[in-house]
């Protein structure tokens, strides 16, 4: 879900949905503006909310699977 959110609604949502600092939010922002199409946001956000959520290790276990599955 979190991949395929717009720029702008992930802009918002990772400042909604994280803890990360003001620092780290507008870091990521400048690399995304940078190069949008690697969603930078997208993906720090997806994987923010999915260790909040379940674990580092599901995090990277579905990582792991949408790479099999996806490239």
Not at 12 to 19: A, E, G, L
Not at 37 to 50: C, F, G
């Amino acid at each position: 879900f979190w991949l395929n959110v717009s720029d702008e609604d992930a802009a918002r949502y990772i400042k909604i949905f994280t803890s990360l600092s003001q620092e780290e939010v507008e870091a990521l922002t400048a690399e995304h503006a940078e190069a949008p199409h690697l969603r930078v946001l997208q993906k720090r956000l997806a994987k923010e909310v999915t260790v909040m959520v379940h674990s580092e290790e599901d995090y990277n276990a579905a990582v792991e699977a949408s790479g099999i599955l996806f490239w």
